[in-house]
């Protein structure tokens, strides 16, 4: 099974790629993938792409996965600055264009997945939310993510849609860090992706609001222009398309694209 996902990916990934089969580019003159693949990708992909790249490196042997997870914004900046990568997977559009319109891309990005804000509250839900009004309640503490970063953008979106005027308590940098806040107890609610909220079930609650609908966000990925390994980096982004990759990201949550 895997053996025969392994061809059709290499055949999706792999065809055209010129240099395909130099070694330094993570390939074999058999067509095998090998070697490292590094993969930015947004902090919200981290549960979902950790699977991923196992299934890929079981797809590939001799091929290795490494992540770097972090807010879309920050991994944008790292790769135009030249830090070294294969692939990057974005929480947004606006992150990606940073990234297309600096000449950084291998080709043209693709929509994978992809995702809606949820308000994430403590297991239980012990102060009742029901919607995002009920934030502006008195004594009720509300992370949200820095408005630079896919999930902030995204929560000022749903906010002015509700006509909420909402000062949180604290911004973070990605949407775990939102998260982790509602799971220590340092906040009373967050806005955060569905995904995230049902990976942390145990702790959290995911209450839904009508207008995530006007905030979801599209995941696009692409291989980058001086990936160290180029054949790596287009067959992961061919597996992301796959059917078994996108099996798993339905799994967590995602929407299809």
């Keep these: ?3 025969a996902v392994a061809a059709l990916v290499a055949v999706a990934g792999l065809a055209g790629c010129g240099g395909g089969d130099d070694p330094a580019q993570g390939s074999t003159g058999d067509g095998r993938v090998t070697g490292t693949v590094t993969v930015f990708a947004a902090a919200s992909l981290t549960d979902s792409f950790t ?11 001799g091929s290795s996965v490494t992540f770097n997870f972090a807010g879309s914004s920050a991994l944008a900046n790292q790769i135009n600055q030249g830090a070294p990568a294969d692939v990057f997977a974005s929480a947004a559009s606006r992150n990606m264009t940073t990234v297309t319109e600096a000449g ?8 994978f997945a992809r995702n809606q804000l949820v308000i994430a509250v403590p297991r239980g839900n012990p102060t009742g939310v029901t919607g995002l009004a009920d934030l502006t309640r008195p004594g009720v503490k509300v992370a949200l993510c820095a408005e630079q970063v896919p999930c902030g953008v995204a929560a000022r979106t749903a906010l002015d849609a509700a006509g909420v005027a909402l000062t949180p308590v604290t911004l973070e940098q990605d949407v775990k860090g939102a998260l982790a806040k509602v799971k220590l107890g340092e906040v009373d ?21 009508p207008e995530s609908a006007r905030a979801v966000n599209d995941y696009p990925i692409v291989a980058l222009r001086d990936a160290p390994n180029r054949a790596g980096a287009r067959a992961f982004v061919a597996y992301v398309r796959s059917a078994p990759a996108q099996a798993v990201l339905a799994e967590a949550g995602f929407q299809a694209p």
């Design 1 to 3: 099974m895997r053996t």
């Design 189 to 209: 609610a967050a806005l955060v992706y569905r995904t995230d909220a049902r990976a942390a079930t145990a702790d959290v609650t995911g209450v839904e609001f």
């Design 51 to 61: 699977r991923i790249g196992r299934d890929f490196e079981d797809a590939y042997p």
């Design 104 to 111: 950084n891309a291998d080709g043209t990005p693709g929509t």
